[in-house]
DNA sequence: CCAAAAGTGTTATCCTTACACCCATGA
DNA sequence: TCATGGGTGTAAGGATAACACTTTTGG
């Protein structure tokens, strides 16, 4: 699970939800969330309970199937294979979260346990894919947005500096955000008040099978 | 399993390797290959475990993972899970064939068996993405190749006509695609003899994480 | 010499980045 | 009226599709 966490700070970054091991192996280190799947449930349904016990499910605006990692000994004890997931929280949500659950910067992973560090390194970089021709952005930012926040979004989320004006153009072409017509008080130290936008479609779709943005350089 | 058969007739397909179910359920109708996964192997060497048994595995020039189908009542009986790959045959290969084992057109397929409908067209819709900006070509199209028939591998891998002149260009720019320094005999209804290409790299590689091979119009 | 196929040159178009400039607001 | 951020205009660059034109071969 992805969030862009401190969009009022100067310097928004990624963070993945993790969790602590409290018992062997691995006690301390850190885990993504999940768990054993039931006879009676497909993937996605087992996920959403698993990550139910974690956070409030209804903060979850996107889930979608990513590898899936069957090494015979990923994990001691008996053999288990782990089917991953990317899941994404919008910004401004603030789940109650368990006391040894915390949100992590991606950059800056603390030991992680077993294979899990490349299962994240892996969903950063599908997600990073998919910012360019699809409206996944949607289930990151909040539900209407001004500009540069939703610039700052896309910058934590590249890895990045995103052009303001350019991302506006680019998005408003493909069609995937709407000015709501209302603006944005301007803040304390002045400036011009900021059209408010919203997402399009509140659903993941392609948008533009060969679109991309590109990096800056 | 995929393959771009008839690379010598007017009209090369995409085809799929299929096998037909001789017991019930579902007796008759046609499956993927594949079967169930070892405790002492990870799904790659399980599923080439598996074809092996359908065909000559060296032939295999790529494998990948694709997406798992988990619903509890995708088949009957006790609960499985399928986890799906993309493989891919070059041209020329012909390997030898159980007889309950053939290929067929993806644009035609015969009556499937469970879910295995979904699964075909969901491999071709990830293998046509990757043509654009992979060298996924490779693993299709023959060692040394004419032009023309890299052409036909791609236009019957992504269902449209693709312009010989452009693939060449798009192709060597980001160098894909080498000469060999030799050339084809002209046919013999004449015309200029064709120079002989080959893939740079035998390895599936992102070439271009942004570019595009658009269909025409 | 003609047909056929291969290969080259050139142009038009589209998309995106870069950046200069104008606009609206608070103090 | 000035600083601050928001928004628009415009030009430049890069990649691709379209297509006319030239080259090389066999009959």
């Given at each position: ?13 990624l963070n993945v939800l993790l ?10 280190k850190w885990s993504l ?69 915390r949100w992590h910067p991606v950059n800056d992973l603390p030991p992680m346990a077993?294979?899990h560090a490349p299962m994240v390194e892996?969903?950063r ?93």
């Amino acid at each position: 699970m992805f969030q862009v966490r401190g969009l009022d700070s100067r310097q928004p970054v990624l963070n993945v939800l993790l969790w602590q091991r409290a018992l062997e192996p691995e006690r301390g280190k850190w885990s993504l969330p999940g768990g054993r799947l039931r006879d009676d449930e497909d993937l996605i349904s087992s996920i959403r309970r698993q990550l139910a016990e974690k956070v409030d499910v209804q903060q979850l605006a996107h889930l979608e199937q990513l590898a899936v990692f069957s090494a015979p000994d990923r994990v001691p004890g008996p053999r288990t294979i782990a089917s991953t997931f990317l899941g994404l929280v919008p910004s401004p949500a603030t789940p109650e979260l368990p006391p040894d659950t915390r949100w992590h910067p991606v950059n800056d992973l603390p030991p992680m346990a077993f294979d899990h560090a490349p299962m994240v390194e892996h969903a950063r970089t599908r997600l990073v894919a998919k910012m360019s021709y699809t409206n996944i952005g949607f289930a990151l930012a909040p539900t209407e947005f001004v500009l540069s926040s939703l610039r700052d979004v896309y910058s934590a989320t590249l890895g990045y500096q995103v052009d303001t004006t350019n991302l506006q153009r680019v998005l408003e072409r493909r069609n995937v955000i709407t000015r709501t017509g209302t603006t944005a008080r301007s803040g304390r130290s002045g400036g011009r008040p900021a059209a408010l936008y919203r997402f399009t479609e509140a659903r993941y779709r392609v948008t533009d099978e060969f679109a991309a943005l590109r990096p800056p350089g």
